[in-house]
């Protein structure tokens, strides 16, 4: 368990908006979830039902930082420069190399919150760390996307929208140096055959442990940062290494890894740039591929292009192809995953980030198919909460008829899925869905049924 990476979610259950991806240009090209035909106002009045519906949202917010709070203060009272807190026990946890993986990780969500002694400690701390040496393997991935992205995205809301919430300019200035001193350790990672990085690696040895491929997701989620990490430094060497990784993901070869147009397989050879398999869909694995291809569009439309083409592409494949309603309740519309041409009637936690890329996308392109697709997966998503005993979703689920477990077969007849993996990891990928969808129709509903399940206590259903 991470505990302070549900920050990250309180800080969503909040109402106050914060961007999540900065353009690139001083000017936003889009007014992200602001279409007449969805004002953004937030009425009280448009909450019709909901658990605990009298509470004022200063009172929700408030309970939301109490809780970040006591997370974030309990961790650093206990494991200070450790990656977590264990909180059942109360040891600490380094499964993120001992770099503080909590501090990093929370430091926006402080930031968001402005709740300043908080954002004091961790940029106090953040200097010290070493960036260089660790004793564990490193996953390229992952600590592009909580290491790189906590301390750019850090820099970037204390340079810009946020900068009286700091007044120490050289713990500030510390951000980008240390995301530059990461990056310098890490890049050796894609010195391959074709460029294509190895995800595990060690410091210890600068080596790839005789990697020969990598996962589509961990390839092609690293754009964003290390494009963001080029712009801020002005050394275009981040960029071209992350974009040159890219273009196999791409242009797939061979045609049969794509078996959808703009659907494509999970594993490529690194050797020769090849996808060893046609297997995929929005599942974790290949989840952030998608997402990655939209969110650089919007950083930066002019250069990216090429990224949506292949989004849009996707996009248009999912909603002809992956659609999925249970036959116990076809009013609900999941996504399957595919491999070859065959389809999977089976989802994870994770993939519900699906209903927040395509309410993104039609924002993006002003598409209203789009958005009600995005919001039919939302909707999909929350009734996996509403379901459940906690009301909180399963890890995985699903709803194949030839497979359903004797002892949750009414529960299948009710809900429109089973629970194939019953566990919580403090996935925040479902809270960016539900908060995009709140943004664009103004309904507190997406908002406040996860937020009441996860943050207080007795939650209901709506
Ligand atoms: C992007 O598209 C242009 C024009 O079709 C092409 O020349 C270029 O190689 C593409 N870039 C990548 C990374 O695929
Ligand atoms: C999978 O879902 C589709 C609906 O999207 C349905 O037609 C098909 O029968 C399902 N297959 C199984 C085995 O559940
Ligand atoms: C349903 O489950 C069976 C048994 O695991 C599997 O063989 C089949 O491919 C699955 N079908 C779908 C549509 O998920």
Redesign the pocket.
């Given at each position: 368990m991470r505990p302070v990476l549900s920050s990250w979610a309180f800080a969503l259950c909040l109402t106050s908006c914060c961007g999540s991806v900065l353009p690139h240009s001083g000017t936003p090209s889009y007014n992200y979830f602001t279409s007449a035909e969805h004002p953004l106002a937030v009425e009280e009045d448009r909450v019709s039902s909901g658990p605990n519906i009298d509470i004022s949202n200063e009172e929700r917010a408030s309970a939301v930082k109490d809780a970040f709070t006591f997370a974030f203060n309990n961790y650093w009272e206990l494991c200070k420069g450790q990656d977590e807190l264990l909180p059942v026990t109360n040891a600490c946890g380094n499964s993120r190399n001992h770099w503080g993986a909590s501090a990093i990780d929370a430091l926006s969500t402080a930031l968001i919150m402005g709740i300043r002694p908080i954002v004091a400690e961790i940029l106090e701390y953040i200097p010290t760390i070493d960036f260089t040496t660790t004793a564990t393997h490193v996953s390229l991935f992952e600590t592009t996307i909580r290491y790189l992205a906590g301390m750019l995205s850090a820099y970037d809301l204390l340079q810009g929208p946020l900068s009286e919430l700091s007044s120490n300019p050289a713990a500030v200035e510390s951000l980008l140096a240390q995301s530059k001193s990461l990056a310098d350790s890490l890049k050796f990672a894609f010195d391959t055959p074709t460029g294509i990085p190895a995800n595990d690696i060690f410091f210890t040895t600068r080596s790839t442990g005789g990697a020969t491929s990598n996962g589509l997701a961990t390839t092609g989620s690293l754009q964003l940062e290390w494009q963001r990490l080029s712009d801020l430094t002005g050394d275009p060497e981040y960029s071209i290494l992350a974009?040159k990784a890219?273009?196999y993901l791409?242009?797939p070869q061979p045609a049969w890894a794509e078996p959808f147009p703009g659907l494509v397989g999970t594993r490529i050879d690194i050797t020769n740039g090849l996808f060893l398999d046609a297997t995929g869909g929005w599942n974790g694995g290949d989840d952030s591929f998608y997402e990655y291809l939209l969110k650089m569009y919007v950083y930066d439309s002019s250069r990216y292009?090429?990224y949506s083409d292949r989004w849009i592409l996707a996009a248009d494949s999912t909603m002809e192809h992956l659609v999925s309603h249970p036959s116990s309740r076809p009013q609900l519309t999941f996504l399957a995953s595919f491999a070859d041409t065959s389809f999977v009637n089976s989802s994870q936690h994770l993939t519900c980030f699906d209903g927040g890329s395509f309410l993104l996308g039609g924002q993006v392109f002003d598409k209203k198919e789009y958005i009600d697709f995005g919001l039919a997966l939302v909707k999909g998503c929350r009734a996996t909460y509403e379901q459940t005993a906690t009301r909180i979703g399963p890890e995985q689920f699903s709803w194949n008829t030839s497979a359903i477990m004797p002892d949750q077969a009414d529960f299948f007849e009710n809900s429109g899925f089973y629970i194939t993996n019953p566990s919580y990891a403090l996935r925040p990928e479902v809270l960016e869905s539900f908060y995009y969808a709140f943004r664009i129709t103004g309904e507190l509903r997406f908002l406040l049924n996860v937020c009441f399940s996860l943050v207080f206590d007795n939650p209901k259903p709506l």
């Open positions: 974009q890219e273009t791409l242009n292009g090429n």
